[in-house]
């Protein structure tokens, strides 16, 4: 079993910057796939930003240039640097770890960005 925990949440104004993390731990074997996601309200859950286990990164074309997606693999964390929000990336942020076959999803936190 993996556990899948996401924090940095919060209310931040437009231009403004947020840093998630999220931490992963459990059963990980092997090269894993680390993905943000988020919900807006109303909305499908959408792709955000993937970072392969050997540090490929892929982004949504909404996203390119204003976020960054890293890990740590020393302690299985991943983080996502948003700067220059805006109040539509206001969603439900959720980090997914894929390993073996399965993807293991966080609860989810808030990021709320007022105009």
């Known amino acids: 079993q993996v556990q899948v925990v996401e924090s940095g949440g919060g209310l931040v104004q437009a231009g403004g910057s947020l840093r998630l993390s999220c931490a992963a731990s459990g059963s990980i074997f092997g090269p894993n796939i680390m993905d943000w996601y988020r919900q807006a309200p109303g909305l499908q859950r959408a792709f955000v930003a993937r970072?392969?286990?050997?540090?490929?990164?892929n982004y949504a074309d909404s996203v390119k240039g204003r976020f960054t997606i890293s890990r740590d693999t020393t302690t299985s964390t991943v983080y996502l640097q948003m700067n220059s929000l805006k109040p539509e990336d206001t969603a439900v942020y959720y980090c997914s770890v894929s390993t073996g076959g399965v993807r293991y999803w966080g609860q989810g936190t808030q990021v709320t960005v007022s105009s």
């Open positions: 970072i392969l286990a050997g540090g490929t990164t």
